[in-house]
C-alpha cells in the first residue's frame, strides 16, 4: 500500500503506507482501493505551494474505487461497493452548516487538500463523503467531483431556455460546463479556447462556434459568459460581450489577491450581474446521475492512464503540456 506524496512545493515521492491502519478503519470511517483518481488545476496550486493546506500532503479529490474495509458505526456501505468521494468535510453544526452553506463549513477539511487523499493504493474516508457509482466504469466514477462543481456553478448561473452561452476555456471543466449548461437547454454556446488542440476538441464536443482569440468574439451578444480559465483580463472583457442584463460567472479560479478592471458605468446601466462559484453542495448524486443516464459525457476527456510511480509526469504533462492533455488520471492498480 503506497501513495503519491507532495512532501514539499516541486518534491513528490512515493511512500508506503500503514497496512494495519488502513484495513482498520475507526467508527464512521471506511478504507478505498483506489481504482482512478484524477489529477486537477488544485493538485497543480498545490504542488507549487499556492494553495492551503500543509505539507506534506498526498493529494488526489477526484476519484473512485472498491471499499474493502469499514469501521464499526458504518451503515451505508460494506466490502466490495463501488464508490467515489466528495472530499469537502463540514462539521454539519457550525453556524453556516446549520443554515445549508456547507461549502463554506469554518470547520472544513478536504480529503486530497488538507487530509490524504486518492493519490494512493488506498486511502481511509468519513463514511458521509462516499457515493455509491453504482456500475459505472471507476474512470467515469473518478469525474464526479468535477461534475458536481460544475452543476453548482450552473445552479448559481441558472441558465433559461435557449439561453446563449459563451464559455471561455476548454479544458475537461470548460467541456463538462458546456455539456451541462446543453442539458439545461440552452441554444447556442461558443467557446473560446487559445490552445490548437482544445480548440479541435471542443468544435467536436459540442459547441457551437470555437474562437481562438476573445477580440473574435462578437461583442454584445450572450446571455450569459462562463469563465473557465481564472484569468482576469478575460472576466474584464466579457463585460463587453454580455447583452444588457447579461450575467457573467466566474468558474475559473483566479490568482488570489488579482485585480479586475471594469467600467461600473456598464454594470450599472446594462445591468449586469456577476457571480462567483466555488467547489460544491452535495451536488454528488446530480453528478453521477448525469454520467449514468449518458446526459453528460465524460468518456472522451481522458488523454493519460497512468500508474501511480507517474504522478510526477501527470504533473508535468498539465503544467507543460508536450502532447495534446485533457483529463490525466491515474489508476494506482497500474
Ligand atoms: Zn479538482
Ligand atoms: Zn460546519
Not at 499556492?50 to 466490502?79: D, L, N, Q
Not at 459505472?136 to 468535477?146: N, S
Not at 472576466?235 to 485585480?259: C, M, N, Q
Request: glycine share 8%.
Amino acid at each position: 500500500m503506497r501513495a503519491a506524496e507532495i512532501r514539499e512545493p516541486h518534491v513528490i515521492k512515493i511512500v508506503e503506507l500503514s497496512e494495519e491502519d488502513l484495513m482498520n478503519p475507526a467508527d464512521r470511517n471506511l478504507t478505498i482501493e483506489v481504482a482512478a483518481s484524477g489529477i486537477c488545476g488544485t493538485d497543480l496550486h498545490i504542488y507549487k505551494g499556492e494553495y492551503i493546506g500543509e505539507f506534506p500532503v498526498i493529494p488526489g479529490h477526484e476519484f473512485s474505487g472498491t471499499v474493502v474495509a469499514t469501521g464499526s458505526a458504518v451503515t451505508h456501505f460494506k466490502p466490495g461497493d463501488r464508490v467515489a468521494v466528495e472530499p469537502n468535510v463540514a462539521c454539519e453544526d457550525c453556524q453556516e452548516c446549520r443554515e445549508n452553506r456547507r461549502h463554506f463549513c469554518r470547520n472544513w477539511w478536504a480529503v486530497g487538500v488538507t487530509a490524504p487523499g486518492g493519490m494512493a493504493t488506498h486511502v481511509t474516508v468519513p463514511e458521509t463523503a462516499v457515493f455509491s457509482i453504482g456500475e459505472i466504469d471507476f474512470v467515469y466514477g473518478a469525474f464526479m467531483e468535477p461534475l458536481s462543481c460544475v452543476i453548482h456553478g450552473v445552479e448559481i448561473a441558472k441558465p433559461r431556455l435557449a439561453d446563449r452561452i459563451a464559455i471561455a476555456g476548454a479544458g475537461p471543466i470548460g467541456i463538462l460546463l458546456l455539456r451541462v449548461f446543453r442539458a439545461t437547454g440552452v441554444s447556442w454556446i461558443d467557446v473560446i479556447e487559445r490552445n490548437e488542440s482544445r480548440a479541435q476538441f471542443v468544435e467536436g464536443a459540442g459547441a457551437n462556434s470555437v474562437f481562438r482569440d476573445l477580440s473574435d468574439v462578437p461583442r454584445g451578444q450572450y446571455d450569459m459568459f462562463v469563465d473557465a480559465t481564472g484569468v482576469p483580463s478575460v472576466v474584464e472583457d466579457s463585460v463587453d460581450l454580455v447583452r444588457p442584463a447579461g450575467r457573467i460567472l466566474l468558474f475559473g479560479v483566479p490568482p488570489k489577491d488579482s485585480r479586475l478592471t471594469i467600467d461600473p458605468f456598464k454594470v450599472f446601466n446594462r445591468e449586469l450581474t456577476i457571480l462567483g462559484s466555488f467547489t460544491s453542495l452535495r451536488n454528488s448524486r446530480q453528478a453521477i446521475d448525469l454520467i449514468e443516464s449518458g446526459i453528460v459525457r465524460v468518456s472522451d476527456l481522458v488523454s493519460h492512464l497512468l500508474p501511480l510511480e507517474q504522478f510526477a509526469r501527470g504533473i508535468d504533462l498539465l503544467l507543460h503540456p508536450t502532447e495534446p492533455t485533457m483529463k490525466v488520471m491515474i489508476d494506482p492498480r497500474l
